[in-house]
């Protein structure tokens, strides 16, 4: 391998040309068709221990101790700290120090931001319902070791409700800048909702105004370049407002391109749960697959999901003020199986369950338990107390279930005291609520970037598509040269259902249920992970976080096609010469195809590939090559526009480029 440098500041369109692009599109209708990757979870002898918890996004995945090899920080939200696992050469992690040991974590986000070659770590918090906003906390690691560093950094001094940290080079001067997009306040402030930090250069930050930013509605943000301006834009979402793209201009300031970018039927699109990034197309410019989906807070809403072979009727609906109810029926006894409420504050520590005509009080049940129509008989009572309230009302009289019993559940919040309320009943036949349930899914959306503009090509989606989905990772998992997607689904209101595998041969997307890469019969739910090749055996895994009390779950892609149509290469992009550190570098390989001889090139953008609330530090960049076993060029340009080329590379090797 022989490495040259070059100094001419380059465009990423004028790397490749356009008889490359027309060469590349020849090439691919050869491109090989692998068997389909499939996953094996091997959570339990890879060394990640996690806890039941909420997880709020995907972890942060970056190589924290340098050695090659990816490590990650686990969000838990409410209940655990914020774990570091560092990532080893057999595949396995092993447990670092724990970073914060503090409820209501949102994003993590982990970078250099002090250019001494360790990468630190930032991490928001959360403003106690909107009354206590706070600040993050910046950890700076020392030799291994993290410390708080808030206080002296300058971060201090100003609070919000924290959702997403991202670091990124606002004022393109080669260090790192601080945003943070934050949700709406609900108390007055003098504070900005959103707040931008320059980075001084001395470990100090020092806020910066830009009032269209400090007021874009969102909560979580996926930082990428869209107009070869070496400026970061920002793709801005939340499941509540629309997604918006905001350009990087001089001096800290952004643009609105929402318009410019999206076609006219797409300005207005919502319920964004998590996006990525990846150049599906090979032609050098990012595409974006945007997760929809509904939150917690929309669930619960006239939100049902009955099972009517298995006789499982599971509800959520808000805990704001409010009564509601359903009727159902059974043949026979029913079984109270989970009833739950998620807690808005210490107002509310039960919600109890009261039985029949002289309301008989239960705990809320979380085990089953057996209700007879002898103990639940009676007339429907004046409901006072908060509560959930079952009652039996005697034999249905007509119709298909003519002869069962018939049941009435009710439910009643005398304040604001609960984000959600759920609860779950087995032995039912039929079911009749008091209000139409609400449809969760939501189509997703994939975008195809066309000199500079987004073409909505969603109708290359499989049907799975338009589900209640809420996180969405890529990679080349089948290493056939075309980038892959990995959607997290919710599931059944208090059921775990596959993943969708989306394999992309040709810009034609297959949609695989049977991937292994989901663990069910759980009462968890689909959230977000990452894609990593953990064991470096050129074929990249999937590490995922359920939701909902659910747990981290590591799966190895075991799908090992013949070498001959499977070759990748591995690019661990550092700093560059003049110290300019890896995020928002481009990396851009050329090769041809063994058998037509065709030009084709490859392109990726170091950062986050996918993002909610955390923020990735992806540097060790994978690229499947299908049957090509030389890679001719392999082009890092950092974002000052310093680049490194090495040429003429054999397939299946982990290389670097940089210092």
């Known amino acids: 391998m022989s490495s040259t440098k070059s100094n ?13 692009v027309i060469a ?28 039941p918890a909420w997880k709020y996004g995907g972890p942060a995945t970056a190589d924290i101790n340098r050695d090659g090899y990816y490590d990650l920080l686990l969000t838990n939200h409410d209940q655990w700290p914020v774990q570091l696992f560092y990532g080893g050469s057999k595949g396995t992690f092993v447990s670092g120090q724990h970073l914060l040991n503090q409820a209501d974590v949102h994003g993590i986000s982990a970078a250099d931001y002090d250019n001494d070659g360790e990468v630190d770590v930032i991490i928001t918090l959360g403003g106690g ?80 105004s830009s009032p269209l930013f400090e ?3 969102a909560e979580k943000v996926l930082v990428t370049e869209l107009n070869h301006d070496q400026l970061p834009d920002l793709i801005t979402f939340n499941a509540y407002s629309p997604l918006q793209i905001w350009l990087g201009e001089k001096n800290g300031q952004y643009r609105n391109a929402t318009s410019q970018y999206l076609p006219s039927h797409l300005h207005d699109t919502s319920f964004v749960t998590a996006v990525a990034q990846a150049d599906i197309d090979n032609d050098g410019d990012i595409d974006l697959y945007l997760a929809r989906g509904k939150s917690y807070y929309q669930i619960a809403n006239n939100a049902v999901s009955f099972d009517k072979h298995n006789g499982r009727l599971d509800i959520r609906d808000e805990g704001n003020k409010s009564n509601d109810g359903i009727s159902f029926t059974s043949k026979g006894p029913i079984t109270l199986e989970d009833f739950y409420h998620f807690p808005r504050g210490p107002k509310l520590i039960k919600l109890p369950v009261y039985i029949g ?23 429907r009572a004046k409901h ?13 009289t007509d119709g298909e279930n003519k002869g069962q019993h018939q049941w009435r559940l009710d439910w009643q919040l005398t304040d604001n005291l609960a984000w959600d309320v759920r609860a779950s009943i087995g032995g039912i036949t039929s079911i009749t609520p008091d209000w139409q349930p609400q449809a969760l899914g939501v189509d997703d959306v994939l975008l195809l ?23 969405v990772i890529s990679a080349d998992f089948d290493n056939n040269s075309y980038k892959d997607f990995f959607v997290y689904r919710f599931g059944e209101l208090n059921k775990r259902v596959n993943d969708i595998l989306l394999l992309n041969n040709k810009g034609k997307f297959k949609q695989v249920f049977d991937h292994g890469a989901t663990v069910l019969n759980t009462h968890a739910h689909g959230d977000m992970g990452t894609a990593i090749d953990i064991n470096h055996d050129g074929f990249v895994d999937i590490i995922s976080g359920d939701d909902d009390n659910g747990q981290w779950h590591v799966f190895e892609n075991t799908n090992k096609p013949a070498s001959s149509a499977a070759h990748f290469i591995n690019i661990e992009v550092g700093y560059s010469e003049t110290g300019i550190d890896p995020i928002g570098a481009k990396v851009i390989i050329e090769y041809q195809h063994p058998n037509t001889k065709a030009s084709i090139s490859q392109f990726a953008l170091v950062g986050s590939v996918s993002a909610a609330h955390s923020q990735s530090l992806m ?9 090509s076993q030389t890679v001719n060029n392999v082009t890092v340009i950092w974002r000052d526009n310093s680049r490194i080329v090495s040429e003429k590379i054999t397939a299946d090797q982990f290389i670097k480029m940089g210092n």
């Not at 006072?384 to 249905?396: A, D």
């Open 8 to 20: 001419i500041p380059p465009l990423l369109s004028a790397l490749i040309s356009t008889s490359i």
């Open 215 to 217: 007021n874009i509605d």
């Open 357 to 379: 005509e002289w309301q008989s009080r239960i705990d809320p049940p979380t085990k089953p338990m057996v209700i007879t129509p002898e103990l639940a008989k009676g007339s």
């Open 24 to 51: 590349l599109n020849s090439a691919s209708a050869n491109a090989a068709e692998n068997s389909l990757p499939m996953f094996k979870d091997v959570t339990q002898n890879s060394g990640l221990i996690s806890f």
């Open 129 to 208: 319902n909107g009354t206590q906003p706070q600040p993050p906390r910046l950890f700076k690691q020392t030799q291994g070791k993290f410390n708080d560093v808030t206080e002296q950094s300058g971060l201090a001094k100003m609070g919000a409700r924290g959702r997403s940290a991202r670091w990124l080079d606002v004022d393109n001067d080669g260090d790192l800048d601080l945003i943070q997009i934050n949700a709406e306040k609900m108390i007055a402030e003098n504070v900005p909702r959103n707040l931008l930090f320059i980075n001084q250069g001395n470990g100090q930050f020092v806020y910066h």
């Open 449 to 471: 970037n066309e000199n500079d503009k987004f073409t909505d090509i969603s109708s290359r989606l499989p049907p799975q598509s338009k589900d209640n989905n809420w996180g």
């Open 619 to 627: 540097n060790l960049v994978h690229f499947g090559l299908a049957d």
């Open 384 to 396: 006072t107390q908060p509560g959930w309230y079952i009652n039996y009302l005697g034999f249905v």
